[in-house]
């Protein structure tokens, strides 16, 4: 059974770099077909896609985020990771990694991003 | 890219069915059967219960089904239960975009 799992600080200050990874186990992230996302959620509020990567490189990132997000992958660890900077209040939230095809189907069980000083 | 528009809250009686619409544009919903559905409950992370439009994914109940017209997705829930009780976003793959969310209350 894929398993994803984020990790990373849940305190950031503002100006500063977010940073995540998600650790895929129970399956290769290099399989085709497959992108891998990230998808993050403000308190008591809806969901939003941040970007995607392709185990070869190849990404895709929301056209309102994209100027700030980095994300890459490393084949040899099974893991994904994001990079958002000039972080503010309002990029606190849930962060999720999440398995994509046409649609997201294997999740990760969200890590919490609280950015204050 | 716009997110796609959902009713804020939807609910219904044990037993019954239940409709939640996702409307969007010409270049996202109604550019491909490319929609997905995702239940969440709180504090938990979301769940897949359709994909492509209207396929349920191994394990999801049949009382879960899906549609489009046009620019329109629809989520229907047919013979409501209590654990159905929780947050529905759509999301269509074109343009990566998901719907605002409603929340479905079993009364």
């Known amino acids: 059974q894929l398993q994803l799992q984020e990790s990373g600080p849940g305190l950031v200050k503002p100006s500063e770099t977010l940073s995540l990874t998600c650790t895929v186990s129970g399956g290769s992230i290099s399989s085709s077909s497959y992108y891998w996302g990230w998808i993050r959620q403000p308190p008591g509020k809806g969901l939003e896609w941040i970007g995607s990567?392709?185990?070869?490189?190849?990404?895709y990132y929301n056209p309102s985020l994209k100027s700030r997000v980095t994300i890459s992958v490393d084949t040899s660890k099974n893991q994904f990771s994001l990079k958002l900077s000039s972080v503010t209040a309002a990029d606190t939230a849930v962060y999720y990694c999440?398995?994509?095809?046409?649609?997201?189907?294997?999740w990760g069980q969200g890590t919490l991003v609280t950015v204050s000083s | 890219q716009s997110a796609l528009t959902q009713p804020a809250s939807v609910s219904g009686s044990p037993g019954q069915s239940i409709t939640i619409s996702c409307t969007g544009t010409s270049s996202d919903v109604g550019s491909y059967n490319l929609v997905s559905w995702y239940q969440q409950h709180p504090g938990k992370a979301p769940k897949l219960m359709i994909y492509?439009?209207?396929k349920r994914p191994s394990g999801v109940s049949n009382r879960f089904s899906g549609s489009k017209s046009g620019n329109t997705a629809s989520l229907t829930i047919s013979g409501l239960q209590a654990e159905d009780e929780a947050d529905y976003y759509c999301?269509?793959?074109?343009?990566?975009?998901f719907g605002g969310g409603t929340k479905l209350t079993v009364l």
């Open positions: 999301c269509s793959y074109a343009g990566r975009v």
């Open positions: 999440a398995r994509e095809d046409t649609e997201l189907d294997y």
């Open positions: 990567i392709y185990y070869s490189g190849s990404t």
């Open positions: 492509e439009g209207s």
